[in-house]
């Protein structure tokens, strides 16, 4: 018969191999994934955006393309909200869905767009979006919101590394605020349900990690998908 002291080794083993004692998934998601952040940091859009030095065609291609990714996240919110027959993550969906529906029309005003199929995207987006899209139509729909997280938490991160309060973005200021604002923690109510649902049994962490980890590297070839910046200082001398 196994003593009480290896009893504990073995449980405490059981813990450790698959993250902290006592650690939320979510959190263990974005430990694991912390070299995506600084290559998200060291993009060429975000540290375009930082100099004040990104050309502003780049700017205008990744942000319709982002109106479209919008567009998508959106798509792949009701796909998924459609295949669950859990009550509350249903209803969970839904509420997503109608914000993100104001989004994307927002969005698509400001760039002047009225059919998301008439705009192609460069592959790093496509990508993305295929990625969502089938997580939203093959798994459970706990997956879909795992992979919604990166793009909810690492913007905010970005902009408390770059200091978005600062004001010192030029032309990128208004982007920088709505978009990089670190004080916003609209991810913590999608990180609740994956929490809930690991602790439930129904989603698993190595598979959780396997869709996080995917849109993660979405983001960072999104955000490298713009060309290099233009010289440093040409926008002074105009």
């Known amino acids: 018969m196994m003593n009480y002291s290896a009893a504990i080794l073995v449980v405490l083993f059981a813990f450790l191999e698959n ?23 060291v993009s060429n859009y975000i540290q375009g955006i930082r100099a004040v030095s990104l050309d502003p065609t780049e700017f205008g291609a990744y942000n319709v393309q982002d109106a479209v990714y919008v567009y998508w996240f959106k798509e792949s919110i009701d796909i998924a909200a459609v295949r669950t027959t859990d009550t509350a993550l249903k209803q969970f969906l839904q509420n997503k869905s109608k914000s993100h529906d104001v989004e994307y029309k927002k969005a698509f005003k400001a760039w002047h767009i009225n059919d998301p199929n008439g705009i192609h995207l460069g592959s790093a987006c496509q990508n993305y979006v295929n990625h969502l899209v089938d997580v939203a139509m093959t798994m459970d729909g706990n997956y879909l919101v795992t992979a919604l997280i990166p793009c909810a938490r690492l913007w905010p991160w970005l902009g408390q590394q770059i200091g978005a309060d600062s004001g010192k973005f030029g032309i990128y200021n208004k982007w920088v605020q709505e978009n990089l604002n670190p004080s916003y923690t609209g991810y913590t109510t999608y990180e609740q349900v994956i929490n809930e649902a690991f602790a439930n049994g129904t989603i698993t962490k190595e598979k959780a990690l396997q869709v ?5 590297m979405g983001e960072v070839a999104f955000f490298n998908s713009v060309s290099k910046t233009i010289r440093q200082g040409l926008h002074e001398e105009l």
């Open 19 to 41: 993250g902290v004692v006592g650690e939320e998934l979510s959190d263990y998601l974005w430990k694991q994934t912390a070299k995506y952040h600084q290559e998200a940091l």
């Open 212 to 216: 996080y980890g995917e849109s993660m």
